[in-house]
DNA sequence: GTCTATAAATAGATAGAC
DNA sequence: GTCTATCTATTTATAGAC
């Protein structure tokens, strides 16, 4: 099985180089090089550089929407606010895939898979849908219209967020004095506006 | 004067590409053939491919803090609301802006330039400083440490939906039923729940 | 200040042996 | 399924004529 095992490698290693130097920026022979495999067994495995970097995409988001989904299950029937922050703290210990699942899909959209987001009856981020079935527990008579706006409005706090504290930026001007504990009292007091809004 | 008119239609130029395709998706060759002038231009006028990027930024976050400067002034004294969706409007409008000082300030924030934002005195985004004077003026009676919290809030919302809504992602699930309008009144919302927690 | 020509390194991809 | 070797194109940067 060192089919798997290549394979496998290959993946895990552009994982981490796309979401740090974005798809540009990272080289066939760089990823093969850390990965410890030839040259030529990405063209083996993925075909090219470009179906390679979608497929790493694809095990992205889905790791992102099932993290979410086994967070929520952790955590059982509690607060969204617990949730959102669970959410972020694993955005921040795993970064990568934030930044493959969201900076490629702004900055590298041309080859963004379009079938990369599982849950095709929801509209909103992967793992949104669980931040959404958390409110409607916690508040039954919310309108739907009003609960995807918290969903949307919580989520891209949560995401920027943890996008600006995972970069280098943090030495940067317009993010000193922020602490990882700034920040989650910044989204736990967001999540509680939109909430009483509801 | 050919100086001004190449070295400006460079940085013009460059702004446009990195803004589409970042750092390192794009060649100083294709720059300088999009900007008609030759390669070597740019070697004169810029030292190198990573200098002429970080001149650009500066310009560009430069530009970014003006004009959210100058659309205060243009509204004269009006509501939070309204600015942040001039600011959002301008965004939209000027795209290359934002992705330039955004999207490259979190990816390829190893060659950021540390002096870009011009605003020394405030912690927090370019433009941020008028959003405070605003909020500041809609609500004297605010304590600074909560209207720092507010503009890092709207301020965020604004970016992020801006960008969604500039990058070619629009068809994608995730952003599918997304009208600019659906946005505007989105940010509406966030920017009077926020207020009102003041 | 602008040009041509070119150096030197690196890119993605593949042919063919094993 | 993995390897070496190599092709072709493109990259940044610069030397030197004008």
Redesign the pocket.
């Known amino acids: 099985m ?2 798997k ?3 496998g490698k290959i993946l895990q290693t552009a994982h981490e180089l796309f979401s740090q130097k974005g798809y540009d920026g ?5 990823i093969s090089k850390a990965a410890g ?5 990405i ?3 993925f ?4 179906k390679l970097f979608q497929e790493t995409i694809r095990n992205s988001m889905n790791e992102m929407a099932n993290t979410v989904r086994s967070l929520r299950e952790e955590l059982g029937k509690s607060s969204t606010s617990e949730l959102a922050l669970k959410i972020y703290d694993y955005f921040i210990k795993n970064s990568e895939n934030l930044k493959l699942s969201f900076k490629m899909f702004v900055i590298d959209a041309h080859i963004f898979p379009h079938d990369a987001n599982q849950e095709d009856d929801f509209i909103g981020p992967p793992g949104g849908k669980v931040i959404f079935d958390c409110i409607m527990e916690e508040q039954p008579e919310a309108k739907e219209d009003d609960v995807i706006w918290a969903v949307r409005t919580i989520f891209t706090q949560v995401v920027h967020k943890a996008l600006l504290m995972s970069s280098q930026c943090v030495n940067h001007n317009s993010c000193k004095n922020m602490t990882g504990e700034d920040t989650r009292k910044h989204i736990a007091r967001v999540v509680k506006v939109v909430l009483n809004d509801l």
């Open positions: 060192t089919d095992d290549t394979k990272v080289s066939v022979r760089e495999v030839n040259i030529s067994a063209s083996y495995h075909e090219n550089k470009e």
